[in-house]
């Protein structure tokens, strides 16, 4: 043995470790970890913070050592949790490529049902679960937390992206392909917080406007926030509205009367 690492081992002996879990949604089994912390109690309940990547390709829950801010949280009392959602790598290209022209929205239903769970813990203060990313992970954090069923309580995203349409091309692209190749996909997965305003409705079913941070109606959606009608200004204020060109069939019929309304 040349080096054992015998005092390393030592100042970090008592620093919590890691437990790995699977969490199943729409079918699948999500990879796990969590991390409890020092001198948990199984009839104490915890706050809870969640911190994800989850970028096309990424792996955030592996089997190796690390020590970063989650094993700090988790000496102040906190349970760290960690999913690796839909997109992630180690799972096989159709786990990896589900997400593929639609980045943002099947992470966000991973994460949120991983939340829930979490939050079901006999452990667990369900009234106090945070959520946090970096960069991807800050995009995510924002998609997750403005969800309508987030379970969240408090959120911190880190130069998160906010909209596909502005972001670095090189990357974009290669995931999403270009807004005109890709509408649906850009105009869904931006993220909406605070911005779906008074609703619509027909036969019973709810439809939102959705407005930009200056106000002006971008879109009409439905309640799985896909795209019915489309509006466009000019540099004049003049206001146009279109139906979403992908449409077909009841929707393309339902798209008119809103686009009416």
């Known amino acids: 043995i040349i080096e054992d690492n015998s005092e390393l081992k030592a100042k970090f002996q008592n620093l919590p470790k890691r437990e790995f879990i699977t969490i199943t949604n729409d079918g699948l089994e999500l990879n796990g970890y969590i991390i409890k912390p020092q001198g948990f109690s199984s009839s104490t309940k915890y706050p809870v913070i969640m911190t994800l990547y989850n970028g096309p390709s990424s792996q955030s829950v592996l089997n190796r050592w690390s020590i970063d801010w989650e094993n700090y949280f988790a000496t102040q009392g906190y ?12 799972r ?10 639609r980045l943002g929205y099947y992470e966000t239903i991973d994460q949120i049902a991983a939340a829930k769970y979490i939050a079901s813990l006999p452990y667990v203060d369900e009234n106090k679960i945070g959520i946090y990313g ?3 992970g800050g995009y995510e954090t924002l998609m997750a937390i403005s969800h309508e069923n987030a379970p969240y309580n408090a959120a911190v995203a880190i130069a998160p992206v906010s909209d596909w349409r502005f972001y670095d091309t090189a990357y974009t692209e290669r995931f999403m392909r270009t807004p005109q190749e890709n509408e649906d996909g850009y105009v869904i997965d931006y993220i909406y917080t605070n911005n779906v305003l008074e609703g619509l409705k027909y036969n019973n079913e709810e439809y939102y406007f959705v407005r930009d941070i200056t ?7 439905d309640k799985n926030k896909t795209v019915m009608v489309v509006y466009s200004y000019t ?27």
């Open 79 to 90: 349970i760290i949790v960690c999913v690796d959602g839909r997109g992630t790598g180690g």
């Open 92 to 101: 096989g290209t159709d786990f990896k490529g589900v997400v593929y022209k």
């Open 134 to 136: 970096w960069s991807y």
């Open 215 to 221: 106000g002006s109606i971008e879109k009409i959606i």
């Open 235 to 261: 540099s004049y204020g003049e206001v146009t509205k279109n139906i979403n060109t992908s449409l077909t069939g009841t929707q393309r019929e339902i798209a008119q009367i809103l686009l009416n309304n």
